[in-house]
């Protein structure tokens, strides 16, 4: 009944806006704070050859971000963007249990948390695999690139 909501179209826009922006928030922090400081984080994690791998997180998340929020290339970039989740999932987030949130304290200069679980790393995944199966919705550059294809295809045959 929801898909057949004129309304229904719409859904992906905030998927995307989120995955998108929160993809592209993290790369430019880990930029911001110098690649160095991300390459000793995944050294000390144990993960090979770590300063190539910091790169490839940090263009990953940035262009990824980018890619995303504008709706373009959602199918291909979804994939480096779920291997970056699922290896944060198990490299970082893993020990710490599924919720994001752990209140350790509340003191007179406020609350004070844990470190977060794997929570937000699946609610990312989900929003992935929900717009790759979906479609990104209107407004979305891969909408002009599939219009472009098609007419593409036709003009060849």
């Known amino acids: 009944m929801a898909q057949s909501s004129p309304i229904a179209r719409w859904s992906p826009i905030p998927l995307r806006l989120i995955v998108g922006y929160g993809f592209a928030e993290h790369g430019f922090a880990k930029l911001l704070r110098g690649s160095d400081n991300f390459t000793g984080l995944l050294h ?3 993960l090979p050859i770590p300063a190539l791998f910091a790169w490839i997180t940090i263009v990953t998340e940035i262009a990824g971000g980018i890619l995303m929020l504008l709706g373009a290339l959602v199918p291909l970039i979804s994939i ?8 944060a999932i198990i490299t970082v987030h893993w020990p710490y249990g599924f919720s994001s949130i752990k209140l350790q304290a509340i003191t007179p200069h406020g609350a004070h948390f844990g470190e977060p679980g794997y929570e937000t790393d699946l609610l990312y995944l989900a929003c992935i695999i929900a717009l790759v199966l979906g479609g ?4 979305a550059i891969d909408n002009w ?13």
């Not at 480096?80 to 290896?87: E, G, N, R």
């Not at 990104?136 to 407004?139: H, K, L, V």
């Not at 690139?145 to 045959?157: D, E, G, K």
């Open 145 to 157: 690139l599939w219009r472009r294809f098609v007419v593409r295809l036709a003009q060849s045959s």
């Open 80 to 87: 480096p963007m779920a291997i970056v989740l699922i290896v």
């Open 44 to 46: 000390a994690l144990g």
């Open 136 to 139: 990104a919705g209107p407004y």
